[in-house]
Protein backbone atom coordinates (compact mmCIF):
# COMPACT_ATOMS: atom_id res chain seq x y z
CA UNK A 1 0.00 0.00 0.00
CA UNK A 2 1.01 3.69 -1.00
CA UNK A 3 0.13 6.22 1.51
CA UNK A 4 1.02 10.41 1.05
CA UNK A 5 2.13 12.06 4.24
CA UNK A 6 0.82 15.29 3.62
CA UNK A 7 3.04 18.38 5.72
CA UNK A 8 0.48 21.18 5.86
CA UNK A 9 1.63 24.63 5.64
CA UNK A 10 1.92 27.48 8.16
CA UNK A 11 2.92 31.26 8.22
CA UNK A 12 6.41 30.32 8.52
CA UNK A 13 6.19 28.43 5.02
CA UNK A 14 4.15 30.39 3.06
CA UNK A 15 6.51 33.19 4.38
CA UNK A 16 9.30 31.37 2.56
CA UNK A 17 11.11 30.72 5.74
CA UNK A 18 13.58 28.33 4.56
CA UNK A 19 14.39 25.16 7.60
CA UNK A 20 17.53 25.34 9.93
CA UNK A 21 20.14 23.80 8.89
CA UNK A 22 19.93 21.25 12.35
CA UNK A 23 16.11 20.76 10.66
CA UNK A 24 17.68 20.26 7.28
CA UNK A 25 19.88 17.65 8.81
CA UNK A 26 17.27 15.63 10.85
CA UNK A 27 15.28 15.30 8.02
CA UNK A 28 18.17 14.32 5.56
CA UNK A 29 18.45 11.48 8.45
CA UNK A 30 14.94 10.97 8.80
CA UNK A 31 14.67 10.33 4.82
CA UNK A 32 17.54 8.09 4.84
CA UNK A 33 16.24 5.83 7.42
CA UNK A 34 12.46 5.64 5.53
CA UNK A 35 15.12 4.42 2.01
CA UNK A 36 16.92 2.16 4.03
CA UNK A 37 13.81 0.35 4.86
CA UNK A 38 12.39 0.41 1.45
CA UNK A 39 9.59 2.50 2.49
CA UNK A 40 10.14 6.04 1.00
CA UNK A 41 9.12 6.08 -2.36
CA UNK A 42 9.30 10.13 -2.63
CA UNK A 43 9.36 13.19 -0.64
CA UNK A 44 9.39 16.98 -1.32
CA UNK A 45 8.86 20.54 -0.10
CA UNK A 46 6.94 23.05 -1.63
CA UNK A 47 7.41 26.68 -2.46
CA UNK A 48 5.21 28.84 -1.02
CA UNK A 49 1.55 29.30 -2.58
CA UNK A 50 2.37 32.61 -3.96
CA UNK A 51 5.08 31.18 -6.47
CA UNK A 52 1.93 29.00 -7.19
CA UNK A 53 -1.73 28.72 -9.52
CA UNK A 54 -4.96 27.35 -8.88
CA UNK A 55 -6.91 26.44 -11.74
CA UNK A 56 -10.32 26.26 -11.23
CA UNK A 57 -12.65 23.69 -13.78
CA UNK A 58 -16.60 24.43 -14.46
CA UNK A 59 -17.49 22.78 -17.70
CA UNK A 60 -15.22 23.83 -20.52
CA UNK A 61 -14.31 27.10 -18.49
CA UNK A 62 -11.02 27.27 -16.82
CA UNK A 63 -9.69 30.00 -14.39
CA UNK A 64 -6.91 30.89 -13.29
CA UNK A 65 -5.94 32.30 -10.08
CA UNK A 66 -2.18 33.49 -9.26
CA UNK A 67 -1.03 32.77 -5.70
CA UNK A 68 -0.77 33.50 -2.57
CA UNK A 69 -4.00 31.84 -1.42
CA UNK A 70 -5.33 32.93 2.14
CA UNK A 71 -6.35 30.17 3.81
CA UNK A 72 -2.99 28.33 4.75
CA UNK A 73 -4.74 25.75 7.07
CA UNK A 74 -5.83 24.39 3.24
CA UNK A 75 -2.24 24.48 1.77
CA UNK A 76 0.65 21.98 1.91
CA UNK A 77 4.27 22.86 2.11
CA UNK A 78 5.03 19.06 1.25
CA UNK A 79 4.96 15.66 1.08
CA UNK A 80 6.11 12.29 1.14
CA UNK A 81 5.11 8.99 -0.48
CA UNK A 82 5.49 5.94 1.88
CA UNK A 83 5.57 2.06 1.04
CA UNK A 84 4.46 0.44 3.88
CA UNK A 85 1.95 -2.60 4.94
CA UNK A 86 -0.89 -0.97 6.62
CA UNK A 87 -2.21 2.29 7.71
CA UNK A 88 -0.62 1.24 11.28
CA UNK A 89 2.91 0.78 10.17
CA UNK A 90 3.01 4.35 7.97
CA UNK A 91 1.52 5.89 11.02
CA UNK A 92 4.61 4.43 13.22
CA UNK A 93 6.72 5.84 10.70
CA UNK A 94 5.73 9.22 10.64
CA UNK A 95 5.12 9.30 14.32
CA UNK A 96 9.53 9.73 13.77
CA UNK A 97 9.32 12.26 11.42
CA UNK A 98 11.28 15.11 12.78
CA UNK A 99 8.76 17.99 12.87
CA UNK A 100 9.08 20.45 15.81
CA UNK A 101 5.71 20.93 15.46
CA UNK A 102 2.11 20.96 13.13
CA UNK A 103 0.64 18.34 11.86
CA UNK A 104 0.69 15.28 9.02
CA UNK A 105 -2.04 14.27 7.29
CA UNK A 106 -1.52 10.31 6.20
CA UNK A 107 -3.56 9.31 2.85
CA UNK A 108 -3.82 5.97 1.13
CA UNK A 109 -2.99 6.36 -2.48
CA UNK A 110 -5.52 4.68 -4.92
CA UNK A 111 -4.00 1.54 -6.44
CA UNK A 112 -5.63 0.83 -9.42
CA UNK A 113 -6.99 -2.30 -8.89
CA UNK A 114 -9.62 -0.68 -6.16
CA UNK A 115 -11.11 0.24 -8.83
CA UNK A 116 -12.49 -3.08 -9.88
CA UNK A 117 -14.62 -3.73 -12.53
CA UNK A 118 -14.16 -0.30 -14.34
CA UNK A 119 -10.36 -1.09 -15.02
CA UNK A 120 -10.45 -2.81 -18.21
CA UNK A 121 -7.11 -4.24 -20.04
CA UNK A 122 -6.99 -1.36 -22.01
CA UNK A 123 -6.76 0.93 -19.13
CA UNK A 124 -4.26 -1.64 -17.34
CA UNK A 125 -2.04 -1.55 -20.62
CA UNK A 126 -2.04 2.21 -20.33
CA UNK A 127 -1.14 2.36 -17.02
CA UNK A 128 1.52 0.04 -16.87
CA UNK A 129 2.87 2.21 -20.04
CA UNK A 130 2.86 5.52 -18.34
CA UNK A 131 4.39 3.88 -15.24
CA UNK A 132 7.28 2.40 -17.23
CA UNK A 133 7.48 6.07 -19.44
CA UNK A 134 7.97 7.49 -15.99
CA UNK A 135 10.29 5.19 -14.38
CA UNK A 136 12.95 6.01 -17.97
CA UNK A 137 12.19 9.99 -17.89
CA UNK A 138 13.70 9.93 -13.71
Do not use: C, H
Request: overall charge negative; charged content about 35%; cysteine-free.
Amino acid sequence: MRFMVIVKADQRTEAGILPSQELLEKMGKYNEELARAGVLLAGEGLRASSKGARVRFEGSRRTVTDGPFTETKELIAGFWILQAGSLAEAIDWVKKAPVPEGELEIRQVFELEDFGEAVTPQILERDERLRRQTEQSR
